[in-house]
């Protein structure tokens, strides 16, 4: 069990209203860094007015330079609508994927687009990763709070839309292990349907 009363994990949580604030993730005793951003209104809209069964859903490895024509190639072959908002998706995935790659030191990445309708990873945990790029699209966003000693986080707090979270993940290199658990936040029942990008190093596995 973590020992958070005497500082022996990283519990930092630190945001910003810049990209930049990604990069935080290799300060010492951080354990997730927070971009705030507000997805383009059009962009939004796009995506809301989708149907659920056009939602772009994909789980595939690819190099940097591939990820924009993965992600529009994907969106084409479900259906997505305008092609505006394809090619503003393809746009942003692969922006994020280059900030993921820059701060971890990889080009092979594992991308995956997630529909997710029901309770699906809502037990709070750290991933068994190095590091992992959580954006929701689509819907609520990634809950989050420090471990107590019960396992389970005393405040929970959750991401907005669009707000892109680069959080440590147990296999994270040196440092402190990590005292921030996360989550997705449980929508079952509720009519919701989220759309979640998820983005790893390509020889992490998923949880």
């Not at 809209?45 to 990820?67: F, I, K, T």
């Not at 907005?160 to 997705?184: I, K």
């Amino acid at each position: 069990m973590l020992d958070l009363a005497r500082g022996a994990a990283a519990c930092d949580v630190i945001e910003g209203g810049s990209v930049e604030v990604l990069r935080d993730l290799h300060r010492p005793g951080c354990a997730a860094a927070i971009w705030q951003r507000r997805l383009p209104p059009l962009f939004s809209q796009w995506l809301d007015a989708l149907p659920d069964g056009c939602l772009p859903r994909l789980r595939s490895g690819v190099p940097l330079h591939g990820v924009a024509n993965l992600v529009q190639d994907t969106c084409r072959a479900a259906f997505s609508g305008a092609d505006a908002g394809q090619a503003l998706l393809a746009e942003d995935v692969a922006r994020l994927a280059a900030e993921f790659s820059r701060i971890a030191g990889k080009d092979a990445l594992q991308i995956r687009l997630d529909v997710v309708r029901g309770n699906a990873c809502s037990k709070f945990h750290v991933d068994y990763v190095p590091a992992r790029l959580l954006c929701t699209y689509r819907g609520a966003g990634t809950q989050y709070g420090l471990a107590s000693e019960t396992g389970e986080p005393e405040q929970v707090q959750q991401m907005q839309a669009g707000w892109v979270g680069l959080f440590r993940g147990r296999l994270w290199p040196g440092d402190l292990p990590c005292g921030l658990l996360h989550r997705s936040p449980p929508i079952a029942g509720s009519g919701e349907t989220r759309l979640l990008l998820v983005i790893d190093a390509a020889q992490d596995s998923d949880d």
